[in-house]
Each structure stands twice: as C-alpha cells, then as structure tokens.
T-cell receptor, first 116, second 114 residues
C-alpha cells in the first residue's frame, strides 16, 4: 500500500547513544518532514526537505540531523541522545504544490522513542 | 509565518451533546487549514481540510468546520457527541504558497461522558 513507512515503531536508547529513525514514502512526494509530539505541545517541526539534496530546519532542530539523498527516504539522526528527546516522532510527506489532486499530507504511524 | 491557537486543552461533553472545538489561526497569505484526530497510542487521522473552496467543510465521522476569514477561525463541530469521539484533536495551518510548512496547534483533548 502506498504511504509513509516509519521504522522502528518503538525504541529505547541510553543517554549518549546514537540512532537513526527511518522514513520512506513511495508516492514520489518531494516534500517530507519530521515532527516530534510531546504532551501539551502538539506536533513541532524538527526538519523538512523540499527535494533530494535540500533540507531546512524547523522549530526544534537542535540535537537532530537529516539528509535527503533520494526522493523516497528522509532519515532523522540523533547523534547523542538525551532524555529531553523522549518523544513520539512522526514523518510526513506531501505532493508538490500545483500538481493537482487532493491537497494533503500523509503521515507515518510514528516512532515512540524513550531515552533513559 | 503562520500559527494556530486552540482554545482549551481539554473539553468535556456528555454523550449526545454538541461538540465545539475552537481553532484560531494567523497567516500572512490565504491559509489551508486542517483538523486531525488522534486516538490513544495511534497516529494522526485527517478529519477534514479547507483549501479555499467551500467555507463550510464536512469531514468524516459527522464532523464539520467553518472557515471564517473575518474571525480568523476554523472551529470544529459535531451536533451529537458519541463515546467513540473521545480523542485528541489538532488544528493545523499551512500557507497557500510554495513549500510552506504545516504548523500545529497544541491540541484539545475531547472527553465524552455517558
């Protein structure tokens, strides 16, 4: 089924460890983004990309790195995990503007990360 | 830049009562507006969206929202609450220009009592 696939669904890290959250979409969407969700804070944008090779920071980028080498994949890297990064992470994509069809974002099912 | 304010972090209603969840937005250009619902331990599900067509938008599960430019509002309503409506609801805004990002409100938890 077409959509956004996030892996893993759950992860526990120790403080200082590194890891990569994977996000892949098969809809040929140029725009992809990462959000974190924390209680009472809604979803906050971490990083986004408007196409392969192009990334930019969102509202809460510190502690996270991204790269976009292909249209399909947009991994999120935690270089040195901290307890403050305990959160639920969502990846989202959408088609380029002006390409017709129903405008909207497609979200992955999320990754629940705990840093101890 | 754009922003969203959701009034009330928690809203409680009785089953069968009117549901009203408030959302006000701020944007420099015409916005696209969305309501998402999130059930416990699940992902986001799109309820409805406004993309500059009809100002009254009907969504899934009997929900609807009205875009009011003069009030910069996009409140979500449902005539009669059901127990299964208990969830967290998020309003979100993006701009009708280029690759604008999607900005979320902080969410409103809807509690439905029998």
């Amino acid at each position: 089924n077409a959509g956004v696939t996030q892996t893993p669904k759950f992860q526990v890290l120790k403080t200082g460890q590194s890891m990569t959250l994977q996000c892949a979409q098969d809809m040929n969407h140029e725009y992809m983004s990462w959000y974190r969700q924390d209680p009472g804070m809604g979803l906050r944008l971490i990083h986004y990309s408007v196409g392969a090779g192009i990334t930019d920071q969102g509202e809460v980028p510190n502690g996270y790195n991204v790269s976009r080498s292909t249209t399909e994949d947009f991994p999120l890297r935690l270089l040195s995990a901290a307890p403050s990064q305990t959160s639920v992470y969502f990846c989202a994509s959408r088609r380029p503007p002006g390409t017709g069809g129903i405008y909207g974002y497609t979200f992955g099912s999320g990754t629940r990360l705990t840093v101890v | 830049a754009q922003s969203v304010t959701q009034l009330g972090s928690h809203v409680s209603v009785s089953e069968g009562a009117l549901v009203l969840l408030r959302c006000n937005y701020s944007s420099s250009v015409p916005p696209y507006l969305f309501w998402y619902v999130q059930y416990p331990n699940q992902g986001l599900q799109l309820l409805l969206k406004y993309t500059s067509a009809a100002t009254l938008v009907k969504g899934i599960n009997g929900f609807e929202a009205e875009f009011k430019k003069s009030e910069t509002s996009f409140h979500l309503t449902k005539p009669s609450a059901h127990m299964s409506d208990a969830a967290e609801y998020f309003c979100a805004v993006t701009l009708n220009s280029g690759y604008s990002t999607l900005t979320f409100g902080k969410g409103t938890m809807l509690l439905v009592s029998p």
